[in-house]
């Protein structure tokens, strides 16, 4: 069985006799005529995108990170044989190069 039909309270929203689409002419002592509806202000249009020029040291930054972070890991292996801080010190430094890599535009 369906369910009931929902009751809205509501009313005729126009006058009897008279259409939707039909408007009352406004009364006022303005003696301006122009009925226009303006242009919608809700809507802002997206800022121009600036042409960003990347700063010379973001791929001198993204080299040294990612050189740095090789020569570190390696030095783990040839120097500090009994630590693993260069491991971990060299991985952030290729992650802190890659992430660099994506700030290069």
Do not use: C
Request: aromatic share 6%; proline share 10%; glycine share 10%.
């Amino acid at each position: 069985m369906a369910p009931p039909k929902r009751k809205t309270g509501g009313g005729r929203v126009t006058e009897k006799g008279s259409r939707p689409g039909d408007r009352p002419t406004p009364r006022s002592n303005s003696t301006h005529t122009d009925h226009e509806v303006a242009a919608s202000s809700r809507y802002t249009p997206k800022p121009k995108r600036q042409q960003l020029i990347p700063p010379n040291w973001i791929p001198v930054i993204m080299l040294v990170l990612l050189i740095g972070g090789g020569l570190l890991i390696m030095a783990r292996y040839l120097i500090f044989t009994e630590s693993n801080w260069p491991t971990l010190a060299g991985l952030i430094a290729i992650l802190g190069g890659l992430y660099t890599a994506t700030k290069w535009q």
